[in-house]
């Protein structure tokens, strides 16, 4: 099994997991050795799913501003967590291929392993909810058209990326490319970079 295969695997698990309750208070129940790369997988696309469901119901016209609010900031909260944790997965993957000769010729990646599975993670909550889409017993037949079609699309670009990450897990593996780990450096949450919240003292 390569690497995208077992990644896949996860996501999907992951959310058929989330799915038994929906429920975005719901506490993750990780099946995996702690701290394994199979255990950053499944949290990953947990933190996903969940801030899927939160972008929707802050998105409800009739929420509450004060509900909207707190549910904007564990947004951000969730998307710093996500950020970490992308960054975490590839710091698994420099000291695993830390040893790795690199070819002088070689060449490195416009975004990290992790960033591309970040994505993958990602398409794995669009295809879900899409098949949903399809199966909706409430919906009229031009609507499963339109979702069935971007289904498609949906798979055949998980199909692509898929391959496109074990390529390069591979390519860095042989040392044809080699990757580094910028940190994101996000400003709005740092209260010393942020004007708004330095302001604010």
Request: net charge negative; glycine share 0%.
């Amino acid at each position: 099994m390569n690497f995208t295969e077992k990644a896949n695997g996860i996501f999907q698990q992951s959310i058929a997991d989330y799915h038994k309750t929906d429920n975005v208070d719901a506490p993750i129940n990780n099946p995996y050795e702690f701290r394994s790369i199979e255990y950053f997988l499944y949290l990953k696309n947990w933190i996903d799913t969940v801030q899927w469901h939160l972008e929707d119901i802050i998105r409800d016209p009739n929420i509450d501003p004060v509900a909207a609010l707190a549910l904007k900031r564990r947004i951000d909260k969730s998307n710093q967590e996500r950020t970490d944790l992308v960054e975490m997965i590839d710091s698994y993957w420099l000291d695993m291929y830390k040893d790795v000769k690199v070819a002088e010729d070689a060449t490195i990646n416009t975004e990290s392993p992790a960033w591309a599975i970040d994505r993958l993670s990602i398409l794995a909550l669009k295809i879900y909810h899409m098949q949903a889409e399809v199966e909706r017993n409430d919906a009229d037949e031009e609507h499963k058209a339109k979702c069935k079609a971007k289904l498609d699309v949906l798979l055949a670009q998980r199909t692509d990326l898929s391959s496109a990450i074990d390529q390069l897990l591979a390519d860095i593996e042989a040392g044809r490319k080699y990757m580094k780990v910028y940190k994101q450096m996000k400003m709005y949450n740092d209260p010393a970079l942020n004007p708004v919240l330095y302001a604010s003292k």
